[in-house]
């Protein structure tokens, strides 16, 4: 990724200039946070401690009103930097718009709104964490638009590769000749309402032979007073011989209500991931309840708190219920 990544910035920062000649639109903004996280005794965080600083900033903007680019980098603890976004495009108008370079991935609606200011989660949700990796983007072509009450997304780039673990590995080179193709069509069913449905195929492995497919379906309501989102999403990953064929099959819901300033959500979270093949073999039969609330301090600061009950339908007893505490910023 890193020859990638420089050559992408050094093109688009060169890009910077144009607008700025041309007196065209150029938006700024970015994000910051960090999360205080307190486990129960046998938890991945027993003693509490100050994690998962996040910092982004973003610059978009359009050359000649039919052109415009965007760059968006994200710092996570003090040694990480990452690129999310490096595209430039083609924007005539909102019924087609065409983007090439580093773009987060349209599967549902969590991967691409999922940034601390944008969602009242503070965790990912459990099916989406065993599904693909966080943030994830791909490397390749990407047209979408509105017609109607219709929106659309296509793409194709070098895809995922394939992991011995739960889900699959982020990658900005392809492994093999093949290239994954997917995409997302979104239908506005009334006011605040939309939904959606999701698909992505490719080949993971690096012998071209075993593909990956993804499946999701999304629903909305939005208002003033009242956020209910859910996600519903499914993976089948071909294994070779004599091993079957894994499956992983979750979904989420989130529902939560603006009082004043104080905002209390709740969530359930169930995933289902079944393969012999990696990971020594994997069965995960994971639910999680979680409740919270985020406050929001100004127009661009916020706190959330969230505490998460973990469950494991063939454990008897596990003790990994956790705390976690989340300040944030946006601008």
Request: charge should be neutral.
């Amino acid at each position: 990724m890193n020859k990638t990544r420089v050559a992408i910035v050094i093109v688009l920062l060169a890009g910077l200039a144009l607008p700025a000649r041309a007196q065209n639109q150029v938006r700024y903004g970015g994000y910051l946070a960090f999360e205080y996280i307190k486990g129960q005794a046998e938890s991945d965080s027993p003693r509490g401690s100050l994690e998962n600083l996040l910092a982004g900033f973003l610059v978009a903007g359009t050359v000649s009103q039919k052109f415009g680019f965007a760059i968006e980098a994200q710092a996570r603890g003090v040694s990480s930097f990452d690129l999310l976004q490096a595209w430039a495009g083609f924007l005539p108008s909102k019924t087609v718009t065409v983007r090439a370079g580093l773009f987060l991935v349209p599967f549902g609606t969590w991967n691409r709104a999922s940034r601390p200011h944008e969602t009242i989660l503070i965790r990912t949700p459990l099916n989406l964490e065993f599904l693909y990796p966080a943030y994830w983007r791909d490397l390749g072509l990407l047209v979408e638009g509105e017609v109607g009450v219709l929106t659309y997304a296509t793409y194709i780039g070098n895809g995922l590769a394939e992991t011995d673990g739960p889900g699959a590995a982020q990658q900005f080179s392809d492994n093999n000749t093949d290239k994954a193709k997917g995409g997302r069509i979104g239908l506005v069913l009334g006011q605040g309402m939309q939904a959606g449905v999701s698909y992505y195929t490719g080949k993971y492995d690096e012998l071209n032979m075993r593909d990956l497919t993804l499946e999701g379906a999304d629903l909305s309501w939005v208002t003033q007073q009242w956020e209910v989102r859910g996600e519903y999403t499914k993976a089948l990953l071909e294994n070779p011989q004599p091993f079957e064929r894994g499956e992983s099959e979750g979904f989420f819901v989130l529902a939560s209500m603006s009082f004043r300033s104080l905002q209390p959500f709740g969530s359930f979270q169930k995933v289902k991931y079944l393969d012999s093949y990696h990971g020594g073999g994997i069965d995960l039969n994971r639910s999680r309840w979680c409740a919270g609330v985020r406050w929001v301090l100004g127009q661009t600061l916020f706190l959330k708190l969230e505490y998460d009950w973990n469950k494991e339908k063939e454990a008897l007893v596990l003790k990994n219920n956790q705390f976690q505490a989340q300040v944030g910023l946006s601008f």
